[in-house]
């Protein structure tokens, strides 16, 4: 059996972490409607309020920007922290007022922070917020579809990934200047102007946009929302399977943030205690797969 491990460990190792599944927001389930317990895309609550407690602290504005059933949101708010959710989907919207309601009339012995609610689109944020964010903490949405596919995209992002790679290794990219995350942003949008997307509905629902080059546009909003200089993002994602390979999607991510303009500060991997039943038949029926048994977190900061 051969564990896959991202590229983006040869730019900074990273520390795996390990916790126990928490399926139903595990201890935090009281603070959820029972549809939201239900759905089946949840973050391991235990890795987000490792998340929490590590990376923000006590009275920042912590931001979800894709929040979807909003546990980064609740968390935060219980560890004192000003929450803010922001999520494009109606139902997700709900859940997350019913669970805002549930914190605010739980008595706690701690401290408690606020919990505002939005609903918009991340590809927005800067249209969307009054101020900035001390912190975002987010998992993008992802919905396997040919609209992924973008290797032009990703060579006019990236032209000289092997180079910089190099540069990550020998300390040099120390002395490089980042790509400012205006003039990134500009050339994404008159090469994107025309098949621009009026009114999605999703990030996971896209037609004429593909995932990478809309991820792009919310990379971007987070790093001009970010508090300047030193906001920092984490964001939680997984590698995924093609056609039998593996898709490095945190390396990817990784290089569309260090366009916009982020630092990489650290690099954390969350080992799977359990895989999808359909996972188990899939490396059950072609054992030479590599197989995924972590998701990542990358950790970065605006300079």
Not at 72 to 91: C, F, S, Y
């Amino acid at each position: 059996m051969t564990e896959f491990k991202s590229k983006i460990e040869e730019l900074k190792p990273a520390k795996e972490l390990n916790f126990v599944s928490t399926p139903g927001f595990g201890i935090y389930k009281k603070f959820f409607p029972k549809e939201a317990v239900a759905h089946p895309a949840k973050m391991n609550c235990l890795l987000l309020e490792y998340l929490i407690e590590h990376f923000t602290t006590s009275g920042d504005t912590v931001l979800d920007c894709m929040a979807g059933s909003g546990s980064t949101a609740i968390l935060a708010a219980l560890h004192n922290r000003q929450a803010i959710a922001v999520e494009l989907e109606g139902k997700f919207v709900d859940w997350i007022q019913q669970a805002r309601g549930k914190v605010l009339g739980a008595p706690t012995v701690s401290p408690k922070g606020e919990i505002s609610v939005i609903k918009g689109d991340a590809r927005n944020l800067s249209g969307l917020l009054d101020g900035h964010a001390d912190s975002i903490v987010t998992s993008p949405p992802y919905e396997g579809s040919e609209a992924f596919l973008d290797t032009d995209f990703m060579k006019q992002i990236s032209p000289d990934i092997e180079a910089r790679a190099l540069k990550y290794k020998t300390g040099a990219h120390k002395s490089q200047p980042h790509s400012a995350s205006v003039e990134a942003e500009r050339a994404y949008l008159e090469r994107t102007e025309k098949g621009r997307i009026e009114n999605p509905d999703s990030i996971g629902k896209l037609e004429k946009e593909t995932y990478l080059q809309a991820m792009f546009r919310v990379y971007s909003e987070m790093y001009k929302v970010l508090k300047s200089p030193g906001g920092r993002a984490v964001i939680v994602i997984k590698p995924f399977n093609r056609e039998k390979k593996v898709v490095d999607l945190p390396y990817q991510t990784w290089l569309l943030l260090e366009k916009i303009g982020f630092k990489l500060e650290n690099v954390l991997k969350l080992r799977l205690q359990h895989l999808s039943f359909w996972r188990v038949l899939q490396y059950r029926k072609f054992p030479e797969q590599t197989q995924i048994r972590h998701e990542y977190v990358l950790v970065v900061r605006k300079p």
